[in-house]
């Protein structure tokens, strides 16, 4: 993989009043990786990603974070589209009254390929039978496993160059939490960097190129996927071996 990176975060904190949940991390995304986040609740992770989506007030933050060589800093959430880089929040965010069909359009609002936005429904759908299916449908109506589905499937409407994931794999079945790794995967065969934040850490590491334990606001580890996978601190630690 090519060494220039799509995403650089320099001595990161960020303070919610007393509560230091982020102490000053570095972290990096190169170009085509795809990189797994992992640490227990309440270490920092989504705070993170709320860090680099501009999500956070920016008296809360401190530290650099660099997005294809340009600073974040003031970065609007409604911006960041047009950068091509799409988050799927923790808790999904679909637009629960726009129905599935809309809410895939929506991803692709940036796009004026009209062919090419259809090619790309009609292929979420085949990806995704269940929201196929349920098209026309409100997507508040969803169950949380169908929100999650259409919630990656949107954010993959705006073709990104950075794909941020917030806990894919939470509150799905088995077979949907395959499914949504499935996609992961792919998308990033297909080349699509992607910073994917998991407290399944095996699933996440198995996915991953390389990867980053978070423990209470710091970063512990870091290294190849691989490597972590057979590190005794993180067996014992997070894959419950
Ligand atoms: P989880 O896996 O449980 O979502 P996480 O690693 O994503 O955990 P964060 O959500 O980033 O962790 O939370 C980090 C710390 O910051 C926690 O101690 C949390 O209680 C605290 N925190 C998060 N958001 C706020 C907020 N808005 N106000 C105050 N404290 C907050």
Known sequence: LANTNVLKISGLKVAYGGIKAVKGIDLEVNQGELVALIGANGAGKTTTLKAITGTLPECKVEGVITYQGESMKGAKSFHLVERKLAMVPEGRGVFTRMTIEENLMMGAFTRNDKAGIEADVAK???????LKERAQQLAGTLS???QQMLAMARALMSHPKLLLLDEPSMGLSPIMVDKIFEVIRNVSAEGITVLLVEQNAKLALQ?????YVMDSGTITMTGQASAMLDDPRVKAAYLGE
């Open 144 to 146: 949380g496993g169908e």
């Open 207 to 211: 996915a991953a190129h390389r990867g």
């Open 124 to 130: 979420w759908f085949d990806v995704f039978p269940r």
